[in-house]
């Protein structure tokens, strides 16, 4: 009697696995409560067919059906993790080139044993994940044959109650219906991903080909601009929610308004609008490169490889038309080989910058610090025109703790920021703490990188300057919750009338805060759109 017990009990517990593995939702919000009440096809085909096998193909199926099982269950997680972070779902092909970066992050924060333990913890759940569902299937495989003729009834009532459902069409919430086949789409939805994603590097090339600035000769190109400083400034987060969404634009909208006033009374015009970026949530670099090339760039292999073509990038175009070409990277903390494919003479990488302050955020230095040592070093002094990108990152999650402004003589000096200094957390805090509290120091952090900005320009901005400033991607779903969108404002701020009138076919809006109604470019269109306006 005990023993019956014992194996009901272990039949009972397999039966959870499998039905929690296939409710497990893949993106965030999705409900297992709910899920759990929906009869999936393929609980009902498994069984039929299990029923129907002899001893020997049975154990080989069921078996496969517990690894299948367990992988979906893995990209289910995936999923969610990528939802929750990037806003979109996990490529099994494109995305397994994050792995070294991941693998990077972790070494930087949690030091090289902790991340190999992370690492370690990681795989052993995973492969867990796999090894539980499929004991769990093989289990059910042999209770159904011990109890053949129970289980073909059920098995006739559950087919015929799920045909009637499905033709129905009853639903429990939206997209869920209670005759599911989420298992089924998964994996199908899985397998078109994987075939996408080996047919997209031939894409990528016939795009890359495709370019009608590639053999422009050097002096028809920037003409406009000759004799400008031109700083194409990233500001880390800075998506259309900041401006949109009610929970974070009043502080940030209060920035531009005031901003845009200051700059028009000090002589200085700007226009702002929309692009589209390729990324959400993180992948900063990808949108440097969409921005910097005119091509999308929306995952790591397409990155990899931009940055191994001779692609016309924005840096080669000026370094061709004689501009001293840099980076400011106060981000960049290890070697960076992409530099020499973008056309960049001059990288002020961490190092260089030479800060020695408490860190802010996930980046060390903030962001006025890397504009006064950028104008010290390389505007300072009579000097050949510039043109400089800049990624300013006091605004990278957590979004804490945020500097505050100083005066701009003592901007430079590392130590004036230690009474601002608070606990250097990982940038997955985020996760964890309150989503109020989150989005308050988000826009917070935006509002601090937006003011570095405008002062700059502000107390910097001579005839010579043209100061373009664009966000590189949206926050995580995090602070903006799912579908937020994927458009980041952009500005371009001058003080030569003449360089703003040459955009007045760019359809832009007014002012440092972009029109709700203002142009939406994808972020690839940039790069040839400014080439033609300022080209010869």
Known sequence: MLSACRASAVDLLALVVVLVASALPDRPGGSIALALITVPIELVLGGATLLLLPARPRAVLSTMFGVLLGLLTVLKVADLAFYTALARPFDPVLDV??????????????????????????????????????????????????????????????????????????????????????ETRLAAAKTMEVASGLADRHRFEREAADDSFANVSSAQLLTALRGKDVVIAFVESYGRSALADPRLSSDVDSVLDHGTADLAAAGLESRSAFLTSPTAGGGSWLAHGTLLSGLWIDNQSRYRQLVGSDRLTLPRAFAAAGWRTVAVAPGTTRAWPEASFYGYQCVYDDARLGYRGPSFSWAAMPDQYTLATFQRRERSAPHAPVMAVVPLVSSHAPWAPVPRMIQWSDAEDSWRYASMAGPNDPPEVILTRDRDQVRADYARAIGYSLQAIISYVHRYGDHKLVMIMVGDHQPSPVVTGDDAGRDVPITIVAKDPAVISRTAGWGWSPGLRPADGAPVWRMDAFRSRFLATFGG
Not at 114 to 133: E, F, P
Not at 141 to 167: D, E, N, Q, S, Y
């Open 97 to 182: 080139s994050l792995l070294d970066d991941a693998m990077r992050l972790l070494t930087s924060t949690h030091g090289p044993w902790g991340a190999l333990a992370i690492r370690v913890g990681v795989v052993s759940a995973l492969l867990a994940v796999i090894v539980v569902t499929t004991v769990a299937v093989r289990r059910l495989a042999g209770t159904v044959v011990r109890r053949r003729a129970a289980a073909t009834r059920a098995v006739t009532v559950i087919a015929l109650g799920w045909m009637t459902i499905w033709l129905a069409g009853v639903q429990l919430a939206p997209d869920l219906p209670v005759a599911g086949s989420a």
